[in-house]
């Protein structure tokens, strides 16, 4: 199979192992798969949205590359084990309107990426974004749904949501990057500033990788609070989110970065994490968002940090707290980075324990 074939294959083969097959089919008696009906809990208005569907699950690259279409399956299976699934209100997202994208991407970028799969062109960038079948639509879900889950926070329908297909904190206005093609987190931020005219958002960023695209995307914006803590970019991709950077004109200050170096593991994070609480206190946000990558956690392949599911269930425990107190609780948590299929079940499962519980 040529290189482009390889990268247009992301179809996931049919399932032969008959647990996995009886989990599936008890998803989608509960709604979870796509083309179904949501799913609504009786207490709705204080459970959570969870966001899940085949076409979120469809957001990935053909093998080898580590970012699979079987994300979303591992983090549902370590759900179901653990009775957590019945605890949220499943909900399938929709496709993003051009005009929902550029809120916050190019026209020229949406037009790139949708003419990408039809004119020959392979990777959106240098390589680590391929193009795949029916990319744009695929894509256009991912920040569909964090918009629709919005939309569901800010009406009171429920009070937080988690979607771990999302949080591709890499894409730039203006073009894809680190297996990002469209930054749903950016629009759902945008969207609040533009839209809603919320004076003070919050980002909070666990992933390993430095969340570029948020944060070049608002540096200038001093309503947009940032606490991104990560592998020290000196050795990990994208190589930005430095100490002295915390803003620019207006913004400075406004902004948090925390480098941890190779190998750090939950007592450096826990160490580093009242700082985080400190600068999220000063400005009071009136709304928070979590990307809770899982490839901070020991053993994923493409970072060197060694934390523990604990790192996220303490952190998201801390902003629903905040939430509670400075927001009217409302939260959104998406699923960002995660390499390893055990990690981001076990870290994406326990910030889903907290969001039920809290």
């Excluded at 279409?69 to 759900?79: E, Y």
């Excluded at 029916?134 to 429920?158: C, E, F, P």
């Excluded at 000196?234 to 950077?245: I, K, Q, V, Y």
């Amino acid at each position: 199979m040529s290189k482009p074939d390889r990268m247009l294959s992301n179809t996931a083969k049919p399932c032969r192992d008959p647990t996995r097959r009886a989990l599936l089919r008890s998803l989608c008696a509960a709604g979870v798969m796509a083309g179904l009906t949501p799913r609504r809990t009786a207490s709705a208005a204080t459970s959570v949205a969870l966001y899940v569907s085949d076409t979120l699950a469809a957001y990935g690259f053909a093998p080898p590359h580590p970012f699979t279409t079987q994300r979303q399956a591992s983090f549902l299976a370590a759900v179901e084990a653990q009775g957590l699934l019945a605890a949220g209100t499943t909900v399938a997202g929709r496709a993003a309107s051009v005009e929902e994208l550029t809120r916050f991407h190019t026209r020229a970028h949406v037009e790139r990426v949708m003419a990408a799969e039809h004119d020959g062109t392979t990777a959106l960038d240098d390589g680590d974004t391929p193009v795949f079948r029916d990319m744009h639509r695929i894509a256009a879900t991912v920040v569909g749904s964090a918009l629709s889950g919005l939309q569901d926070v800010l009406d009171g329908a429920h009070h937080r949501s988690l979607q771990p297909i999302g949080g591709l904190h890499h894409a730039a206005r203006d073009h894809a990057a680190g297996f990002c093609i469209y930054n749903d987190v950016a629009v759902v931020i945008e969207t609040l500033r533009r839209e809603h005219g919320m004076a003070r958002v919050a980002y909070v960023d666990i992933d390993a990788h430095h969340g570029d695209g948020v944060f070049y995307g608002f540096e200038a914006d001093p309503g947009v609070i940032i606490a991104d803590v990560h592998q020290d970019g000196r050795t990990l991709f994208p190589g930005s989110g430095h100490r002295d950077e915390t803003g620019s004109g207006a913004a400075v200050g406004s902004k948090l970065n925390i480098e941890l170096p190779p190998r750090a593991g939950d007592r450096e994070f826990m160490a580093a994490w009242p700082e985080v609480e400190a600068h999220l206190e000063r400005h009071a946000p009136q709304f928070f968002i979590m990307q809770a990558g899982a490839d901070s956690l020991a053993g994923d392949p493409l970072a060197q940090l060694e934390y523990s599911a604990a790192v996220h269930r303490h952190v998201t425990t801390r902003l629903c707290a905040l939430a509670a107190r400075h927001a009217q609780g409302r939260l959104m948590v998406f699923g960002g980075g995660g390499y390893t299929p055990a990690n981001l079940a076990a870290a994406w499962s326990a910030v889903l324990a907290v969001l039920v519980s809290a």
